[in-house]
């Protein structure tokens, strides 16, 4: 069975249609009239249509004093939090809204979160946070680079996958461009090589790209 999600989701990137087809970087929904940038929440119009879609937050870094632009200070994360809960929104796990997709269920005014790279800070700023209104998300683990400062050690992540609220997905073991930089050999590799240490340190199979 692992092989052959190893070969899905291979055959899914070379064919341009991966999990993170799922996974948007935009944080703005034409649909529901919402504006969520990094660092405010501008704007949401209520609609009163139905959609088969959801909204997808990708964040990274939380609370982090390096001044990188895919950091979001704590204040702003909470505020966020705040304003999803204010407005009635369906935060749900990234797999059983996939699924509702695949089964075309509507998904009116459902929101996912997502964070990307296994920073340190999502232990100690983004989970406290997220814990506190009970919203579910998924870390997606780049697995070189677990145990290297400023990421999360084996350790750390472990105890977070235990929760109720936390799904482990793959980035990928070198966060390697796969499509352009490597060849399909090299592909394969680097998902096996992710999923299997996610297997080994965790104990979980990733069934999320």
């Known amino acids: 069975m692992v ?46 249509k139905k959609y088969t879609g959801a909204v997808i937050l990708v964040y990274h870094r939380f609370g982090d004093r390096t001044g990188t632009s895919k950091n979001i200070n704590a204040k702003t994360f909470r505020q966020q939090l705040q304003f999803l809960r204010d407005h009635k929104f369906k935060v749900r796990p990234l797999d059983f809204v996939i699924d509702d997709i695949k089964n075309g269920k509507s998904l009116d005014k459902t929101v996912v979160i997502t964070i990307d790279g296994a920073y340190h800070n999502i232990a100690t700023v983004a989970h406290p946070l997220l814990k506190s209104f009970n919203f579910p998300y998924t870390i997606f683990v780049n697995t070189k680079d677990i145990g290297q400062f400023p990421f999360m050690t084996w350790e750390t992540l472990k105890h977070l996958s235990t929760h109720e609220l936390v799904t482990i997905g793959s980035h990928s073991h070198q966060q390697t461009n796969l499509i352009n930089g490597l060849n399909k050999e090299q592909i394969k590799s680097d998902i096996i090589v992710a999923s299997q240490l996610i297997s080994n340190k965790l104990g979980i199979i990733p069934t999320l790209y």
């Open 3 to 48: 092989k052959s999600l190893f070969i899905l989701i291979l055959a899914m990137l070379l064919s341009g249609c991966s999990g993170s087809s799922f996974h948007k970087n935009s944080h703005y929904d034409y649909k529901h009239n919402i504006d969520i940038t990094k660092n405010s929440v501008l704007s949401y119009t209520p609609s009163n």
